[in-house]
């Protein structure tokens, strides 16, 4: 099992750009979801899903889209790139249910200038 | 909405000493887990509590769940500079949907001088 595999691992994007983030997993989670992490910050939900067709904001959404056609694979779109949203971007995905840890991804460092 | 501080924010150490970081939620979780993310990586799942009073303990690591569920600590005794990495708790709030949001702390950075 390859578990949450998160690609690409850099990225720099100028203001104004859209990319996607890819996230995937082989673990059969039905539960996945974006966190990004800035200093003194910790985590913080962006988006989740808890199944294929199902999402859902979570605290800091604004700029960024997801959607999930699928129970692998749960991509993160930036739609105009700001500097703000440099930062460290995680996925993590479980078990649907509260008595499961999250399996994160290595994680992707984005810069945008 | 519900929010989870954890102090302190940094905390560096003599390798032997003993560490504790803790965590405090605005609201009444129904369970609360621990993470550790060494530098440079991503977080790994340490352990979940989630009976009031529960304390766990992996080798050097004592987890403590409150009494009132809304607050928990880690205590890493005699350091190693293996522990060196950011420690997260986070927890499901009481209620709401069977999967709740699980909201982090801000973590503590342990640094460990050997």
């Known amino acids: 099992n390859a578990g949450v595999t998160q690609t690409p691992k850099f990225q720099v994007l100028k203001t104004g750009q859209s990319m996607t983030l890819q996230c995937a997993q082989d673990m059969n989670h039905e539960y996945m979801s974006w966190y990004r992490q800035d200093p003194g910050m910790g985590l913080r939900l962006i988006h989740y899903?808890?199944?294929?067709?199902?999402?859902d904001q979570g605290e800091v959404p604004n700029g960024y889209n997801v959607s999930r056609s699928t129970t692998e694979d749960f991509p993160l779109r930036l739609l105009s790139a700001a500097p703000s949203q440099t930062s460290v971007y995680f996925c993590?995905?479980?078990?649907?249910?509260?008595?499961?840890?999250?399996?994160f991804g290595s994680g992707t460092r984005l810069t945008v200038v | 909405g519900q929010q989870v501080m954890q102090i302190p924010q940094y905390q560096h150490v003599q390798e032997g000493e003993d560490f504790t970081t803790y965590c405090n939620s605005s609201?009444?979780?129904?369970?609360i887990q621990w993470y550790k993310q060494r530098p440079g990586g991503h977080p790994v799942f340490l352990i979940q509590?989630?009976?009031?009073?529960e304390v766990k303990k992996q080798k050097r690591l004592t987890f403590q769940f409150g009494e009132a569920k809304k607050n928990s600590s880690l205590h890493i005794t005699a350091t190693q500079t293996t522990d060196v990495g950011t420690y997260f708790c986070a927890g499901h709030n009481a209620g709401g949907t069977s999967y709740g949001k699980l909201t982090f702390g801000q973590g503590t950075i342990l640094t460990v001088h050997p």
């Open positions: 899903s808890v199944g294929a067709g199902i999402t």
């Open positions: 609201t009444t979780l129904s369970n």
């Open positions: 993590a995905s479980s078990y649907l249910g509260r008595n499961y840890g999250y399996t």
């Open positions: 509590l989630v009976k009031s009073g």
